[in-house]
């Protein structure tokens, strides 16, 4: 979808109704009586530093074709998934129900929490560490962020992260040109 600010972004059992749904069978239920209190903001392009192409909806749905570009090797045995991507146009892509656990954090901890699969979602930005996101991804990861937490009212704003805070030295993204100050203070504040 296309970044419309007038619009109330609303989920319908745990599907945005903005976004193009991708069903990824990367994911599983949230332990029994888990809220949903995080959001990890993550980036993805595949091939690495390329935009635009199929290869990260392959991904997620376990059917990216090793022989199509070398790196593609080294991950395609890799069972994973995020609940939404924002692409470089803002268009939103989801791939689990964000009543569901996405399979994007990995072993993750911040503070005193651990295991961010179980209550967070995760949300990838196409892009990489090496170069800005689009005015277009931050009006819908704002949009995006603003709808979880009318539907989630447990999501916390210190919980609002970059996969490398739960992730350190492991992860780097959203990277250093991910710019926290565009996701919106109101966004955080709720």
């Not at 059992?13 to 749904?21: M, N, Q, R, S």
């Not at 689990?96 to 990838?124: C, K, P, Q």
Request: charged share 20%.
């Amino acid at each position: 979808m296309t970044p419309n600010t007038d619009k109330c972004w609303r989920f319908i059992d745990g599907w945005l109704d903005a976004a193009e749904k991708l069903p990824s069978p990367n994911c599983g239920r949230r332990p029994p009586m888990q809220q949903v209190e995080s959001v990890i903001i993550h980036n993805i392009s595949l091939p690495p530093g390329e935009y635009g192409s199929t290869a990260i909806v392959d991904f997620f749905q376990n059917r990216l074709d090793p022989d199509a570009h070398p790196y593609f090797r080294e991950i395609a045995h890799l069972t994973v998934s995020a609940h939404f991507l924002i692409r470089r146009d803002g268009r939103v892509l989801q791939f689990v129900s964000t009543d569901d656990m996405a399979w994007h954090a990995g072993v993750s901890s911040y503070g005193e929490r651990t295991a961010f699969n179980h209550f967070s979602v995760g949300i990838e930005l196409e892009g990489c560490d090496h170069g800005p996101f689009t005015d277009e991804q931050y009006v819908n990861l704002n949009s995006l962020v603003l709808a979880l937490r009318r539907q989630y009212s447990a999501i916390q704003s210190d919980l609002i992260l970059g996969h490398s805070d739960i992730a350190p030295g492991r992860k780097t993204d959203p990277g250093p040109f991910f710019d926290w100050q565009r996701l919106q203070k109101a966004t955080i504040e709720g």
